[in-house]
């Protein structure tokens, strides 16, 4: 048994990356033969809003892993697919997140399924785009329609499949909890490292600044009465993608400055253990979302979380049990905020992360997509 993963991996960086090496891994323990097909060009350097898309961090190891992708060159396409053909996998797994990669992987994807019967699983981490474009479901519809089956890591995603086919081979399987990261070291180790003072207390807002992630919602709430008393110091780690003068107007506005430590890069991955251990509480104000691998990262350093109602978030993290869920404004954010702080529910909430983690493995997601792959077989053998 063999597949091929398609999507970003190392030496790109990002979520998906993290995930695929994570799911290589996962396949691997099982003695299932996996190894990833990523992109040599990713997004063009004019559509691409960071720094770099290089993780100069370290690569995962024991993955095979070949950069092989040119997202704007249709040549390649063809290409990629021939390779794919000659390396004959049982299955291939293909990462869907944004509808500027349709005509790539939707082409690839086509050419093999031409010349050979390859079931093609599609891990949908996002279909209906956060920042839409005219012509985005046109793009999304010719990737959707190549593929054999499908999973969502939310509901609303597993709904919003469903505007672009009439496949019932869809799967929902909750997105697993991030165990690349290293474990998590003590609170005051993690300060040390960060050079933080031990006797403050700290909430992170963690990931790419965009300005769907409502960072901003979040830096209202800090600049309220009654979080301004409580005197807590907002982390901020991440890249901005958005304006940060808006955002730093925002914390001049409100006189926080003294009050938000902004860490303006990509974070690497053997750094990641330090930000979430130094927290007390990873905030997540999204105005959008689908799911999100911040979650996931802090259900495996069993930190408690403050989501907003939209999307999958509030599927995965259960109100008042591991943390928050708010609604999208400053004042509701402020009040959950304070009611952590003021009632000390650290501990509580820590002690729940740790029976409510076991729900979200690895294993599951290999279980989930191999059965898959045997439905979508019985049923075209009727």
């Keep these: 048994m063999n597949n091929i993963i398609i999507g970003p991996a190392y030496p790109l960086r990002g979520g998906i990356a993290n995930?695929?090496?994570?799911?290589?891994?996962?396949?691997?323990?099982?003695?299932?033969?996996?190894?990833?097909i990523s992109f040599s060009l990713q997004y063009p350097k004019v559509l691409f809003?960071?720094?770099?898309?290089?993780?100069?961090?370290?690569?995962?190891?024991?993955?095979?892993?070949?950069?092989?992708?040119?997202s704007i060159n249709p040549f390649n396409w063809f290409k990629v697919a021939k390779k794919?053909?000659?390396?004959?996998?049982?299955?291939?797994?293909i990462d869907f997140w944004i509808p500027f990669m349709a005509p790539a992987l939707g082409t690839i994807i086509r050419r093999i399924k031409k010349k050979k019967n390859i079931k093609i699983i599609a891990i949908t981490h996002n279909v209906v785009a956060h920042e839409s474009k005219f012509y985005d479901k046109i793009l999304t519809k010719y990737f959707i329609q190549s593929c054999d089956g499908f999973i969502a890591m939310s509901k609303s995603v597993l709904e919003d499949?469903?505007?672009?086919?009439?496949?019932?081979?869809?799967?929902?399987?909750?997105?697993?909890?991030?165990d690349i990261f290293g474990e998590k070291v003590s609170k005051d180790k993690a300060l040390e490292y960060?050079?933080?003072?031990?006797?403050?207390?700290?909430?992170?807002?963690?990931?790419?600044?965009?300005?769907?992630?409502?960072?901003?919602?979040?830096?209202?709430?800090?600049?309220?009465?009654?979080?301004?008393?409580?005197?807590?110091?907002?982390?901020?780690?991440?890249?901005?993608?958005?304006?940060?003068?808006?955002?730093?107007?925002?914390?001049?506005?409100?006189?926080?400055?003294?009050?938000?430590?902004?860490?303006?890069?990509?974070?690497?991955?053997?750094?990641?253990?330090?930000?979430?251990?130094?927290?007390?509480?990873?905030?997540?104000?999204?105005?959008?979302?689908?799911?999100?691998?911040?979650?996931?990262?802090?259900?495996?350093?069993?930190?408690?979380?403050?989501?907003?109602?939209?999307?999958?978030?509030?599927?995965?993290?259960?109100?008042?049990?591991?943390?928050y869920v708010t609604k999208t404004s400053p004042e509701s954010i402020a009040n959950a905020i304070f009611d952590f702080y003021k009632n000390d529910r650290e501990a509580e909430f820590v002690k729940n992360i740790k029976v409510e983690k076991n729900k979200f493995s690895w294993n599951e997601m290999v279980k989930g997509i191999n059965n898959l792959v045997e439905e979508i077989n019985k049923f075209q053998n009727l």
Aim: net charge positive; glycine share 6%; hydrophobic share 40%.
């Design 194 to 323: 960060l050079k933080l003072n031990k006797q403050d207390k700290h909430i992170l807002f963690f990931g790419l600044i965009r300005k769907y992630k409502g960072l901003d919602l979040l830096l209202k709430a800090m600049g309220t009465d009654k979080i301004k008393k409580l005197n807590i110091k907002l982390i901020v780690a991440g890249e901005f993608y958005d304006y940060k003068l808006k955002y730093e107007k925002i914390i001049d506005e409100l006189k926080i400055r003294d009050n938000v430590l902004l860490k303006d890069t990509y974070i690497l991955n053997q750094e990641v253990k330090y930000y979430f251990s130094a927290a007390d509480i990873i905030t997540q104000p999204y105005k959008t979302a689908t799911q999100s691998g911040v979650t996931q990262i802090a259900y495996h350093f069993e930190r408690p979380m403050l989501v907003t109602d939209v999307g999958g978030l509030s599927e995965i993290v259960p109100d008042n049990k591991v943390g």
């Design 161 to 178: 499949i469903k505007q672009f086919t009439t496949s019932r081979h869809l799967k929902f399987i909750p997105h697993p909890i991030y």
């Design 84 to 93: 794919i053909l000659k390396l004959n996998p049982n299955y291939i797994i």
């Design 49 to 70: 809003p960071g720094k770099t898309q290089i993780d100069n961090g370290e690569a995962p190891k024991n993955i095979e892993i070949s950069s092989d992708i040119n």
């Design 19 to 36: 995930f695929n090496a994570a799911l290589c891994n996962a396949f691997l323990k099982k003695n299932i033969d996996s190894k990833i």
